[in-house]
């Protein structure tokens, strides 16, 4: 795993601490946060992995995102947030690509991923609404009686 030259990891890390030493600073700010957002759903991917191995139960912790939260610095909801992003990329393709690609930002694939799971709850208890298409509101709700 480590061979030559480390692990992708520590090459990323040192690449980073490249870039934080440069002379020049100013960078496109776009291709930063572009960067930025894709190391997040690599984070939303890794926390999941986390989630399903158990490993997080090894120090005694109830939850994924409160071990997440415990050795990241980083708030429950934070870690709550990248769970859901990386288990709904699972079955976004186009939107984990279009991440990747930097063609959308973080936040808003997080928009997207929060909005799926009580979509699909709706499809399931009310086809009706769900068939309105993607501006589900009260009236698409009130179809369903």
Known sequence: MLGEGGTPLSRLLAAIREFQARDDRRVDLKGLRAGIDALEAEFAGEALEVKRSGDHRIGGNISAATWISQICGMSVPSA??????????????????????????????????????????????????????????????????
């Open 80 to 145: 709550k947030d990248r769970l859901c992003v990386g288990e709904q990329l699972e079955s976004l393709p186009m939107i984990a690509e279009a991440l990747s690609r930097g063609e959308i930002s973080y936040q808003s694939a997080s928009v997207i991923c929060h909005q799926l799971p009580g979509r699909r709850a709706v499809a399931r208890l009310c086809p009706q609404a769900h068939d309105q298409g993607p501006e589900l509101d009260r009236r698409s709700l009130s179809l369903c009686g």
